[in-house]
């Protein structure tokens, strides 16, 4: 297991019930055990301005997940990010050992 943090862009035409669900799908993507303790931490930043339209979005909703995940897992993460139409952008990056 190695420690990752996950960006995400969300469409800011969704409400805040299929926002909040679509987090849920997103974290349960990045849940490697059924431990409270191997959930994903997510930190949300809000709506902010995109530097470039994507989709004929000018903003998006950002949140940033802090996961621990099997580096085997990677791209079934990506494809379920890349066949979600509500999620405009995604970047998994490795932390820094310490």
């Known amino acids: 297991m190695r420690e990752y943090e996950v960006t ?8 805040d019930e299929a926002r909040s669900a679509l987090t849920e799908r997103v974290s349960g993507w990045l849940t490697h055990g059924d431990a409270e303790g191997d959930k994903p931490q997510a930190n ?7 530097a470039y339209p994507i989709r004929k979005n000018n903003e ?13 897992r990677l791209n079934d ?11 405009l952008r995604y970047m998994i990056v490795r932390k820094e050992e310490a």
């Open 8 to 15: 995400v862009v969300f469409q800011t035409s969704l409400d």
């Open 60 to 72: 998006g909703y950002y949140i940033l997940f802090d996961a621990r995940l099997d580096p085997q």
């Open 77 to 87: 993460i990506e494809r379920n990010m890349q066949y979600t139409d509500d999620i």
């Open 44 to 50: 949300v930043w809000g709506q902010r301005r995109l």
